[in-house]
């Protein structure tokens, strides 16, 4: 079945900084990727959606990546902000069910 | 706004009772989610729904069910609870339309079972 890899580790880094986060997955090639953030105790927020013919999207000042030959999409947050500090959620839409598969997200921290 | 509403966000229920959690929406999407998610973990579709009178067991076993008798209500109930079934319960909805859009997830139900 698809295993989604996000760090495990939180991401500690300065105000002004660009983020940049993880996402590993086995097996083959999802048809939509997604990123979301979740604060504490909350439902996760939709941000941004790449298809797999897509290399990037932008949206503001989060970029993502998507290569499907190395099974990697990448999260950038640039000029980071402490607002920004929360956990960060990879999902894998796999078929035409487009249901979500979810990785277990890695803790972004934003130091002032 | 929240267009994503659940009910209640926090329970705590005694072992062997019956509880419903509530799950509406004012978006008049099709498509509705449960996933349930443990602290640190990652969320696991236990339930969805393509419309009214369409219910689908997700990836992840669960003992609840759920119903869908209008669009905008998606609620789940656990018949007996038990310590196993303490956890986060996120209900999520989606446009039903061709080309695939985010998720809007409610706030969640963070459920204790004692």
């Known amino acids: 079945s698809q295993k989604i890899e996000q760090n495990s580790e939180a991401l500690n880094i300065q105000e002004g900084k660009t983020a940049t986060l993880t996402c590993n997955y086995t097996n083959y090639s999802p048809a939509y990727l997604q990123w979301y953030r979740q604060d504490p105790g909350r439902g996760p927020v939709f941000l941004l959606l790449?298809?797999?013919?897509?290399k990037e999207k932008r949206k503001e000042r989060l970029k993502v990546t998507f290569d499907t030959t190395l099974k990697q999409s990448l999260f950038h947050i640039t000029a980071s902000q402490p607002a920004d500090s929360a956990t960060y959620l990879c999902?894998?839409?796999?078929?035409?069910?487009?249901?979500?598969?979810f990785g277990s997200g890695t803790r972004l921290l934003v130091r002032p | 706004e929240a267009d994503i509403y659940q009910t209640p966000r926090y329970l705590v229920i005694g072992t062997g009772k019956k509880i419903t959690l509530e799950c509406s929406q004012t978006m008049g999407h099709d498509k509705m989610y449960w996933y349930q998610q443990d602290p640190g973990m990652e969320l696991h579709l236990i339930h969805y729904s393509y419309g009214v009178n369409s219910t689908e067991k997700g990836d992840l076993s669960s003992e609840s069910t759920v119903s869908r008798i209008r669009t905008e209500h998606f609620p789940l109930t656990l018949e007996s609870a038990r310590p196993s079934h303490t956890s986060q319960y996120l209900c999520?909805?989606?446009?039903?339309?061709?080309?695939?859009?985010?998720?809007?997830f409610g706030s969640g139900t963070r459920l204790t079972v004692v």
């Open positions: 999902a894998l839409m796999m078929d035409s069910s487009y249901k979500l598969i």
């Open positions: 790449i298809r797999e013919n897509e």
């Open positions: 999520a909805t989606r446009q039903g339309k061709q080309e695939p859009t985010g998720y809007t």
